[in-house]
C-alpha cells in the first residue's frame, strides 16, 4: 500500500509541476516517473520496426516460408483416405 501511495504522491507532484511549468510559458521536463510498462514498450518498439525492415531478418522469414511451403506441398503431411 505505501508503494502505491508514494506512486500517487509522485504523480499528483509531477502534475502540479507541469501546471507551473505552463503558467510560466516553458516547456515541462520529462515524466520523472515514467510507466514502467511504456518504457518497456519503447524499447522494444525499435526492434519490432526492424523486424519489417532488415534485410537479414527478411531473408530468414523467407526461408521460413518456404520450408513450410515445402512441407505442406511436399509431401510430408499425411494424405487422407
Known sequence: MEYRKEAKEKKKAYARLKQIV??????????????AIKERQSLERKLVRERFS????????????????AERYGGTVGTEF
Open 22 to 35: 505552463r503558467l510560466q510559458g516553458t516547456k515541462p521536463p520529462p515524466n520523472p516517473y515514467p510507466s
Open 54 to 69: 532488415n534485410p537479414k531478418i527478411l531473408k530468414i522469414v523467407e526461408k521460413m516460408k518456404e520450408a513450410k511451403r
